[in-house]
Protein backbone atom coordinates (compact mmCIF):
# COMPACT_ATOMS: atom_id res chain seq x y z
CA UNK A 1 0.00 0.00 0.00
CA UNK A 2 0.88 3.67 -0.59
CA UNK A 3 1.95 5.80 2.75
CA UNK A 4 -1.31 8.07 1.64
CA UNK A 5 -3.40 5.12 1.18
CA UNK A 6 -2.32 3.72 4.58
CA UNK A 7 -3.01 7.23 6.12
CA UNK A 8 -6.37 7.81 4.25
CA UNK A 9 -7.90 4.04 5.49
CA UNK A 10 -7.32 4.96 9.34
CA UNK A 11 -10.80 4.19 10.68
CA UNK A 12 -11.77 6.31 13.63
CA UNK A 13 -13.73 4.96 16.46
CA UNK A 14 -13.87 8.73 19.29
CA UNK A 15 -10.00 8.91 20.06
CA UNK A 16 -8.92 5.29 18.52
CA UNK A 17 -7.95 4.61 15.21
CA UNK A 18 -7.57 1.07 13.70
CA UNK A 19 -5.39 0.92 10.64
CA UNK A 20 -3.97 -2.01 8.98
CA UNK A 21 -0.21 -1.72 8.20
CA UNK A 22 1.13 -4.47 5.03
CA UNK A 23 4.12 -6.23 4.91
CA UNK A 24 5.83 -3.92 2.14
CA UNK A 25 6.17 -1.62 5.25
CA UNK A 26 8.67 -4.14 7.16
CA UNK A 27 11.72 -3.46 8.63
CA UNK A 28 12.96 -6.62 9.78
CA UNK A 29 11.10 -8.22 11.91
CA UNK A 30 9.14 -4.80 12.96
CA UNK A 31 7.23 -2.01 10.57
CA UNK A 32 9.37 0.61 9.66
CA UNK A 33 9.17 3.71 12.54
CA UNK A 34 8.91 6.62 10.24
CA UNK A 35 5.51 4.99 9.24
CA UNK A 36 4.50 4.39 13.22
CA UNK A 37 5.40 7.57 13.73
CA UNK A 38 3.20 9.13 11.15
CA UNK A 39 0.08 7.17 11.79
CA UNK A 40 0.31 8.10 15.28
CA UNK A 41 0.13 11.98 14.57
CA UNK A 42 -2.50 11.27 12.37
CA UNK A 43 -4.25 10.35 15.04
CA UNK A 44 -3.46 12.38 17.29
CA UNK A 45 -3.89 15.38 14.90
CA UNK A 46 -7.91 14.06 14.89
CA UNK A 47 -7.90 15.96 18.35
CA UNK A 48 -5.75 18.92 18.20
CA UNK A 49 -6.31 21.36 15.28
CA UNK A 50 -4.12 22.58 12.85
CA UNK A 51 -3.66 26.16 14.29
CA UNK A 52 -1.37 24.36 16.41
CA UNK A 53 1.68 23.40 14.17
CA UNK A 54 3.64 20.29 15.32
CA UNK A 55 6.85 21.26 17.13
CA UNK A 56 7.86 17.84 19.00
CA UNK A 57 6.77 14.10 18.63
CA UNK A 58 8.87 11.59 21.06
CA UNK A 59 7.97 8.02 19.86
CA UNK A 60 9.16 4.96 22.08
CA UNK A 61 9.73 1.86 20.42
CA UNK A 62 8.23 -0.67 23.00
CA UNK A 63 8.31 -3.86 20.63
CA UNK A 64 8.24 -4.45 17.02
CA UNK A 65 5.36 -3.26 15.08
CA UNK A 66 3.74 -6.49 12.95
CA UNK A 67 2.09 -6.45 9.34
CA UNK A 68 -1.73 -6.47 10.83
CA UNK A 69 -4.23 -4.52 12.17
CA UNK A 70 -3.26 -1.93 15.04
CA UNK A 71 -5.36 -0.33 17.88
CA UNK A 72 -3.92 3.38 18.21
CA UNK A 73 -5.13 4.99 21.47
CA UNK A 74 -5.33 8.85 22.20
CA UNK A 75 -5.54 11.51 24.36
CA UNK A 76 -5.23 15.10 25.05
CA UNK A 77 -2.91 15.56 28.05
CA UNK A 78 -3.17 19.23 28.56
CA UNK A 79 -4.25 22.15 26.14
CA UNK A 80 -2.78 25.64 27.45
CA UNK A 81 -2.88 29.09 25.86
CA UNK A 82 -0.73 28.37 22.93
CA UNK A 83 0.39 24.62 23.47
CA UNK A 84 -1.65 21.29 23.17
CA UNK A 85 -0.13 18.31 24.51
CA UNK A 86 -1.28 14.50 23.38
CA UNK A 87 -0.49 10.82 23.77
CA UNK A 88 -1.09 8.00 21.80
CA UNK A 89 -0.80 4.19 22.16
CA UNK A 90 -0.05 2.08 19.02
CA UNK A 91 -1.42 -1.33 19.95
CA UNK A 92 -0.66 -4.55 18.04
CA UNK A 93 -2.43 -7.57 19.51
CA UNK A 94 -2.08 -7.29 23.03
CA UNK A 95 0.78 -5.39 23.34
CA UNK A 96 2.12 -1.94 22.87
CA UNK A 97 4.15 -1.56 20.16
CA UNK A 98 5.08 2.01 20.56
CA UNK A 99 3.95 4.80 22.71
CA UNK A 100 3.98 8.93 21.70
CA UNK A 101 3.56 12.24 23.14
CA UNK A 102 3.14 15.19 20.60
CA UNK A 103 3.61 19.13 21.43
CA UNK A 104 1.63 21.46 19.25
CA UNK A 105 2.02 25.18 19.59
CA UNK A 106 0.74 28.45 17.75
CA UNK A 107 3.27 31.16 17.40
CA UNK A 108 4.17 33.59 19.77
CA UNK A 109 6.09 36.79 19.75
CA UNK A 110 9.52 36.46 20.97
CA UNK A 111 12.64 38.40 20.94
CA UNK A 112 14.65 35.34 20.11
CA UNK A 113 15.06 34.11 16.46
CA UNK A 114 17.48 31.34 15.71
CA UNK A 115 17.79 29.44 12.56
CA UNK A 116 20.26 26.70 12.05
CA UNK A 117 22.80 27.41 9.09
CA UNK A 118 22.26 26.37 5.57
CA UNK A 119 24.28 23.97 4.51
CA UNK A 120 25.50 22.35 1.21
CA UNK A 121 26.75 18.77 0.01
CA UNK A 122 29.23 17.56 -1.88
CA UNK A 123 27.30 17.03 -4.97
CA UNK A 124 24.19 17.91 -6.36
CA UNK A 125 21.03 15.93 -6.25
CA UNK A 126 21.35 15.60 -10.16
CA UNK A 127 24.98 14.89 -9.89
CA UNK A 128 23.84 10.96 -8.29
CA UNK A 129 22.43 8.08 -9.41
CA UNK A 130 19.26 6.70 -7.42
CA UNK A 131 19.93 3.86 -5.32
CA UNK A 132 18.44 0.79 -6.99
CA UNK A 133 15.78 -1.44 -4.55
CA UNK A 134 16.90 -5.10 -4.32
CA UNK A 135 14.66 -6.79 -2.62
CA UNK A 136 16.20 -9.35 0.46
CA UNK A 137 19.39 -7.02 0.49
CA UNK A 138 17.18 -3.49 1.33
CA UNK A 139 14.27 -3.35 4.27
CA UNK A 140 10.89 -3.66 2.34
CA UNK A 141 9.87 0.11 3.21
CA UNK A 142 12.85 1.18 1.24
CA UNK A 143 10.68 0.57 -2.43
CA UNK A 144 8.25 3.04 -1.13
CA UNK A 145 11.26 6.15 -1.18
CA UNK A 146 13.51 7.47 -3.58
CA UNK A 147 17.67 8.03 -2.24
CA UNK A 148 20.51 9.45 -3.94
CA UNK A 149 23.63 9.28 -1.48
CA UNK A 150 25.89 12.52 -1.50
CA UNK A 151 28.13 12.09 1.21
CA UNK A 152 28.96 9.27 3.45
CA UNK A 153 29.88 5.40 3.28
CA UNK A 154 27.69 2.73 2.49
CA UNK A 155 26.18 0.47 5.04
CA UNK A 156 28.32 -2.77 6.02
CA UNK A 157 31.59 -1.29 4.45
CA UNK A 158 33.44 -1.28 7.53
CA UNK A 159 34.43 2.43 7.33
CA UNK A 160 35.12 4.61 9.66
CA UNK A 161 33.10 7.32 11.40
CA UNK A 162 31.34 8.82 8.69
CA UNK A 163 28.13 11.69 8.30
CA UNK A 164 25.64 10.93 6.14
CA UNK A 165 24.10 13.09 3.74
CA UNK A 166 21.01 11.78 1.48
CA UNK A 167 19.01 13.34 -0.66
CA UNK A 168 15.24 11.46 -0.24
CA UNK A 169 11.26 11.51 -1.51
CA UNK A 170 8.91 9.74 -1.62
CA UNK A 171 7.86 7.87 -4.42
CA UNK A 172 4.04 7.95 -3.46
CA UNK A 173 2.89 10.65 -5.66
CA UNK A 174 0.09 12.68 -4.23
CA UNK A 175 0.48 15.71 -2.47
CA UNK A 176 2.93 15.96 1.18
CA UNK A 177 1.12 16.60 4.11
CA UNK A 178 2.92 16.91 7.73
CA UNK A 179 2.66 13.44 8.52
CA UNK A 180 4.12 12.64 4.74
CA UNK A 181 7.35 14.77 6.17
CA UNK A 182 7.30 12.81 9.70
CA UNK A 183 7.40 9.83 7.74
CA UNK A 184 9.91 10.78 5.51
CA UNK A 185 13.26 11.71 7.68
CA UNK A 186 13.41 8.21 9.32
CA UNK A 187 14.10 6.22 5.88
CA UNK A 188 18.21 6.32 5.60
CA UNK A 189 20.18 3.81 8.02
CA UNK A 190 22.13 4.84 10.56
CA UNK A 191 25.35 5.67 9.65
CA UNK A 192 26.59 3.55 12.48
CA UNK A 193 25.75 0.44 10.12
CA UNK A 194 28.47 1.67 7.51
CA UNK A 195 31.03 1.10 10.65
CA UNK A 196 29.80 -2.97 10.93
CA UNK A 197 32.08 -5.67 9.47
CA UNK A 198 29.26 -7.64 8.35
CA UNK A 199 25.67 -7.47 7.95
CA UNK A 200 23.68 -6.99 11.41
CA UNK A 201 20.75 -5.19 12.46
CA UNK A 202 19.54 -2.04 14.01
CA UNK A 203 17.03 -1.17 16.02
CA UNK A 204 15.83 2.20 17.38
CA UNK A 205 14.62 2.26 20.42
CA UNK A 206 13.52 6.23 21.03
CA UNK A 207 13.35 8.97 18.36
CA UNK A 208 12.44 12.84 18.89
CA UNK A 209 11.65 15.17 16.21
CA UNK A 210 11.40 18.79 16.91
CA UNK A 211 10.14 20.94 13.41
CA UNK A 212 11.01 24.58 13.08
CA UNK A 213 9.69 25.32 9.83
CA UNK A 214 5.90 24.24 8.63
CA UNK A 215 5.92 24.44 5.27
CA UNK A 216 4.69 21.53 3.36
CA UNK A 217 3.03 22.32 0.25
CA UNK A 218 6.33 21.10 -2.01
CA UNK A 219 6.04 18.69 -5.17
CA UNK A 220 5.91 15.52 -4.43
CA UNK A 221 8.94 14.93 -6.63
CA UNK A 222 10.78 17.32 -4.77
CA UNK A 223 13.90 16.30 -3.47
CA UNK A 224 14.44 16.64 0.28
CA UNK A 225 17.56 15.85 2.49
CA UNK A 226 19.00 14.36 5.48
CA UNK A 227 21.98 15.16 7.06
CA UNK A 228 23.00 12.77 9.69
CA UNK A 229 25.91 11.97 11.92
CA UNK A 230 26.26 9.88 15.15
CA UNK A 231 27.14 11.53 18.63
CA UNK A 232 28.35 9.13 20.79
CA UNK A 233 28.30 5.17 20.45
CA UNK A 234 29.51 2.74 24.02
CA UNK A 235 28.01 -0.44 24.74
CA UNK A 236 25.92 -1.09 21.68
CA UNK A 237 24.26 1.78 21.84
CA UNK A 238 24.20 4.96 19.08
CA UNK A 239 23.14 8.20 19.93
CA UNK A 240 22.78 10.28 16.88
CA UNK A 241 21.19 13.74 15.19
CA UNK A 242 19.68 14.67 11.95
CA UNK A 243 18.69 17.71 10.08
CA UNK A 244 15.94 17.59 7.64
CA UNK A 245 16.79 20.36 4.76
CA UNK A 246 13.44 21.16 2.21
CA UNK A 247 13.50 20.94 -1.38
CA UNK A 248 15.20 24.55 -1.01
CA UNK A 249 17.77 24.01 1.08
CA UNK A 250 16.50 25.47 4.44
CA UNK A 251 17.01 23.25 7.68
CA UNK A 252 13.24 22.33 8.96
CA UNK A 253 13.76 19.80 11.60
CA UNK A 254 16.02 18.46 13.73
CA UNK A 255 15.99 14.90 14.67
CA UNK A 256 17.70 12.74 17.55
CA UNK A 257 17.67 9.23 17.88
CA UNK A 258 18.63 6.31 20.06
CA UNK A 259 19.44 2.64 18.42
CA UNK A 260 21.10 -0.92 19.57
CA UNK A 261 23.20 -2.22 17.42
CA UNK A 262 24.35 -5.99 17.54
CA UNK A 263 27.51 -5.77 14.89
Request: net charge neutral; proline share 6%; with cysteine.
Amino acid sequence: MLFSEILASIRFDGSAGHVTVTEDWSQGRATYGGLVTAIGNEVMRKLVPHDRLLRSLQTTFVGPASAATWRVNAQVLRVGKAVTLARCDIVDGDQIAATLVGVYGGPRNSAVEVRPAATTAARTVDEINEVRFRPGLAPEFMQHFAVRWAEGAKPFSSSVRTPSKAYVRHRDTTPLTESHVVGLIDCIPTPAMSMFKDRAPASSLVWTLEIFEHRFDFAPEAWWRIDTDIDAATSGYVNQTGVLNDPNGTPVALTRQLFAVFG
